[in-house]
């Protein structure tokens, strides 16, 4: 079927600009996300750039990454800093945070230098997460004195010089503690918020400029966001944002979903938007509207694991596998099909919608791991469809945002499992402008309808002629294989902004127009 949509553009409207760190990533230690996915050593057979991926920074590089958050997630807690500097050759191996789940060890060939050379790479600003469930304050200080001070002004920076970088590396971003409602502590808030006080004022103490991060909620849980604010509302504000971490999932599998499924997936993914305004809310009330935009450093699809190429060639070679002890399967490695593009790009123009109140986001992860842009292992790296979805939006990062609405109305369905109808809006949209370029981008939420839509702009004339992106399929299960890594692409063309334009079912479309 296909269903008309009046699409209105209000270009003077203006609604803020989208900061380019809410198109993030995250790279923890887990799985396969670091080893055999960023990082396969300088001796490797793999085409590498001084130890890592060559064709992930390449491809990473492209879609302009903003900021980069690592080591953790949960390996931060037991993360020590000084384990992951000097030779490589004399790095402790310790036992991993996930080794119950995967058997895994930590080399420590990825550390500091290894991170921050990735991400001068890829040229993305790093984002620590910093251990303040294992570690001092001034465990901490010293990181940060390591990173930023200037050559030879302090034994710490004569001895990253040693370690062979002499100028400072400017890490501006510091998480104080992750999850610490969980694997951070298992803290309350009140906890929470006065260890954070404690560890920022000593954190500030070693550079004024830092933006510090405070572990926000797990969820919608908007009782955290209040107890902890009401606790550092008289510090010294020395907060810089303030976290979420939300995911959705649990719906069918990665690869193997009903229509309703790939409904309540989406309604958990929109979701976020009230998660969102709730925390906001409280940071209003707070007044810390200057301190504590949003860091949504966690988000994505969460599915079951066991769908992802590691488990396919275990699968298909045990007895190789059985003949190397060492070759496991990717903790929480999934495939990523046209579903999960819909959800990235719906929760990227939730982002856009809102940029007074996101400072920065960070999907889960990079490759290999949860809602992840590549999946990459011995011989093989494909892009996976949510990553077409970052490269097509791209171009939003530090534009205005601008207000765009349509007609197109809602899909209902049924909710088995508390037996109610609910909705979920058929066509998602955002916009930006910059340098005299409007950017729309549009996703049909439909999982069997193509959306007709034409687009009125208000307040500007546009140029006939528009860039046309669209990442679409003939099946919603779709996705890339090491087989067919190109099952799934983005296809470009030209269109002319007064016709009528088609975006099929669960697909994703960028528009770029001028102004004149």
């Known amino acids: 079927m296909a269903a008309k949509v009046n699409v209105s553009l209000f270009v003077p409207e203006k609604l803020g600009t989208i900061d380019p760190l809410i198109y993030g990533h995250f790279s923890e230690h887990i799985g396969g996300v670091i080893y055999d996915g960023i990082w396969v050593g300088e001796n490797s057979h793999i085409p590498n750039i001084n130890g890592f991926r060559k064709d992930l920074v390449e491809k990473f590089r492209a879609i302009k990454p903003s900021v980069l958050r690592w080591p953790g997630g949960c390996f931060a807690e037991i993360y020590n800093w000084r384990d992951g500097i000097g030779p490589k050759e004399e790095r402790p191996i310790i036992r991993n945070w996930w080794i119950g789940d995967d058997g895994r060890y930590e080399t420590n060939e990825f550390g500091t230098h290894e991170f921050i050379e990735f991400c001068r790479l ?37 001895l990253r010089e040693k370690n062979g970088h002499k100028e400072p590396f400017n890490v501006k971003y510091w998480g104080v503690g992750n999850e610490t409602w969980g694997g951070g502590g298992n803290m309350t808030p ?36 209040r107890d902890f604010l009401n606790v550092v509302e008289n510090s010294d504000r020395n907060m810089g944002g303030f976290s979420l971490h939300f995911y959705c999932g649990t719906q069918g599998t990665a690869t193997e979903f009903t229509e309703n499924q790939y409904y309540r997936l989406l309604r958990q993914a929109a979701d976020i938007k009230s998660a969102i305004d709730r925390n906001w809310g409280f940071v209003v009330g707070y007044g810390l509207e200057k301190h504590g935009r949003l860091v949504i450093d966690e988000w994505g699809c969460w599915h079951k694991g066991g769908s992802g190429p590691s488990a396919d060639l275990i699968n298909n070679n045990r007895q190789a596998a059985a003949n ?67 490269d097509m939006m791209k171009y939003h990062q530090g534009a205005k945002a601008l207000r765009i609405i349509s007609d197109a109305g809602e899909i209902t369905y049924n909710n088995p499992e508390n037996g109610r109808e609910e909705r979920i809006e058929r066509l998602s949209l955002s916009a930006s402008e910059k340098d005299g370029v409007i950017t729309v ?76």
């Open 441 to 516: 981008t549009a996703a049909n939420l439909s999982y069997n309808d193509e959306l007709h839509f034409d687009l009125k702009a208000y307040g500007v004339k546009l140029q006939d002629v528009c860039e046309y992106e669209l990442l679409t399929s003939d099946d919603v299960h779709h996705h890339n294989t090491p087989e067919e890594p190109e099952k799934v692409k983005l296809s470009k063309g030209i269109l002319n902004v007064n016709d009528e334009i088609i975006i099929p079912p669960y697909s994703v479309a960028t528009l770029r127009m001028k102004s004149i």
């Open 324 to 390: 190397n002890p060492n070759r496991v399967e990717n903790l929480f490695e999934q495939q990523s099909t046209m579903r999960d593009a819909v959800v990235a790009a719906l929760s990227l123009n939730i982002f856009n919608n809102n940029p007074e109140k996101i400072l920065m986001t960070t999907v889960a992860q990079t490759v290999n791991n949860l809602h992840s842009l590549f999946l990459a292992g011995d011989g093989y790296m494909i892009c996976t469809p949510t990553y077409h979805v970052f």
């Open 190 to 225: 009140e906890v929470y918020g006065h260890e954070f006080r404690k560890y920022s004022v000593i954190m500030r103490n070693s550079a004024s400029n830092l933006c510090l991060i405070g572990s926000g909620a797990n969820h919608n849980d908007w009782k955290w966001a």
């Open 122 to 158: 890829v040229g993305a600003e790093p984002y620590i997460a910093a251990n303040i469930t294992s570690m001092t304050p001034m465990d901490i200080r010293d990181w940060i004195d390591y990173c930023n001070s200037p050559a030879g002004t302090t034994t710490m920076a004569r």
